[in-house]
C-alpha cells in the first residue's frame, strides 16, 4: 500500500458536486492498493497513520499523534499512486489492484482505520470521479509504503 498523508486544516471530497465526506483538522490520507497487499499492510498502515507525531504540542514542535488530539481522518482511494512513468509519456497503472482485490481491501482498511481511531472515518466512493479539496497545515505531507517499512 502506498498512502499520501497530508495534515490538514479541513478536507473534503466531492462527488458530482455534492460534498460527499468533509472533516476538520486532521489526517486527508490518498491510498493506493496493489496485488500484494494484504492484512498484515492494514494493520501496519493504520496504526502508523493514527500513531504518526506530526501534530504540533504547545511549544510547536510536531509531537503529537491525530489519536492525541483527537483529529480526523479523510481517507480516499487512488490507483494512480502505482503509476509507473519509466518508459514513455503516459503512465501505466499495471500495478494497482483492480476492483475486485483494492474494494475489499479499501473496505478493511477504512474499518481498521475506524476501530484504531476510535471514531468514523470518512471516505470517498472506490472509483468515481471525486474532487478532494484540502487545506494543507504546514504543509507537512508524508509518502508511506508498506513495502518499505522495514528500510
Given at each position: ?9 479541513r ?61 480526523d481522518?479523510?481517507?480516499v ?75
Amino acid at each position: 500500500m502506498r498512502a499520501v498523508v497530508q495534515r490538514v486544516k479541513r478536507a473534503s471530497v466531492l462527488i458530482n458536486g455534492s460534498v460527499h465526506a468533509a472533516i476538520g483538522s486532521g489526517l486527508l490520507v490518498l491510498l493506493g492498493i496493489e496485488d500484494a497487499d494484504g492484512v498484515d499492510d492494514i494493520i501496519w498502515l493504520s496504526n502508523k497513520l493514527i500513531n504518526l507525531r506530526i501534530f504540533n504540542d504547545k511549544a510547536g514542535v510536531m509531537n503529537i499523534s491525530l489519536a492525541e488530539c483527537g483529529g480526523d481522518l479523510l481517507l480516499v482511494s487512488q490507483f494512480t499512486l502505482f503509476a509507473a512513468t519509466k518508459k514513455g509519456n503516459r503512465p501505466s497503472y499495471i500495478r494497482a489492484s483492480k476492483p475486485d482485490i483494492a474494494i475489499p481491501l479499501y473496505e478493511l482498511m477504512v474499518k481498521q482505520l475506524e476501530r484504531d481511531l476510535g471514531k468514523k472515518v470518512g471516505t470517498g466512493i472506490f472509483g468515481a470521479d471525486m474532487q478532494v479539496e484540502l487545506l494543507n497545515d504546514g504543509p507537512v505531507t508524508i509518502l508511506i509504503d508498506t513495502k518499505l517499512k522495514d528500510l
